[in-house]
């Protein structure tokens, strides 16, 4: 994320517009001259680190959310770093640059202020000279939905950063909930953004449903592995890698028949050897009948 600074005026002196807006939070009316105002990015909508991504309907709810949330420092929530304060927001589309999802690049767009004082004058010739540039935000949302099957995130077999065909895996972060801050940060998470996301705590239910999630993957893992393995004892000539590969894309039902399969024709390939002898056989001096 980033700091821009493209409001009319020079040096962060917001025009009549922007300070009336500006006003809106002030208990006593600031002059524009005691005022510096700069605009910055705040998140958008393509696929992060995290391989998580807000869409655009959840960017125009955090704009609502965000205006009015101080701006502080590496997410340490405590009232000494309050330093500036959101008085607008918009998302700002452009369909041209396309993102790791398919769709159309937005971003949400935010325009602060702080006030000119002495211990601000750092901060302001900092950000006038292009060192404090990077910003994330701390937010929470409602649902994560895998990109690929809908469900929700952890309870599907799915695995982010994951190619399933030409698809990409990734969680679609939906229904904001809350904005906290925003901060000023060395490093940001998103790759053009940076988002610090909260969810706040997990209670039992989605903590059994993750539990179970994850003893379903190991459960078709392991299937996908057996697959594989009968497949190649099956036929000499099977490319166990290909196969391997391709029982990624195969859900359990399938996985299930294609293992029944599997296990007729190995069996046809190589069938049991009798290892005991009938009761008809006669004895030697060297071996005697094992009866079972």
Known sequence: MEIQKDLTGASGVPAEAELAEINRFAKSPLQAE?????????????VDRDWERFDETALNALGDLFVGKSGIFDHQWTAEGQTARIYRAQVVREPAQMTAAGDGYCWLKAWAYL???????????????????????????????????????????????????????????????????????????????????????????VARLRAQAELGRKYLQELRREVTRLAMLAD???????????????????????????????????????????????????KMEFLI
């Open 34 to 46: 005691e005022v510096y105002a700069f605009s910055l990015r705040l998140c958008d909508n393509e």
């Open 115 to 205: 006030l000119r004082t002495e211990k601000n004058a750092d901060l302001i010739a900092e950000i006038e000279g292009g060192i404090k540039r990077e910003v994330s935000v701390g937010c929470s949302v409602a649902r994560r939905v895998c990109s690929i099957c809908g469900a929700e995130g952890g309870t599907c077999q799915h695995v982010p950063g994951q190619r399933y065909g030409e698809r990409l895996c990734y969680l679609e972060l939906r229904e904001p909930t809350d904005a906290y801050e925003w901060s000023f940060v060395a490093v940001p998470a998103q790759r053009k953004a940076g988002v610090l996301k909260r969810y706040g705590p997990e209670d039992e239910g």
């Open 236 to 286: 000499d000539g099977v490319d166990g890698g290909a196969l391997a590969k391709a029982t990624e894309h195969l859900a359990e039902p399938e996985l299930l028949e294609l293992k029944r399969v599997y296990e007729a024709q190995v069996a046809r390939r190589f069938p049991p050897s009798p290892q005991l002898r009938s009761r008809g056989t006669a004895r030697t001096e060297d």
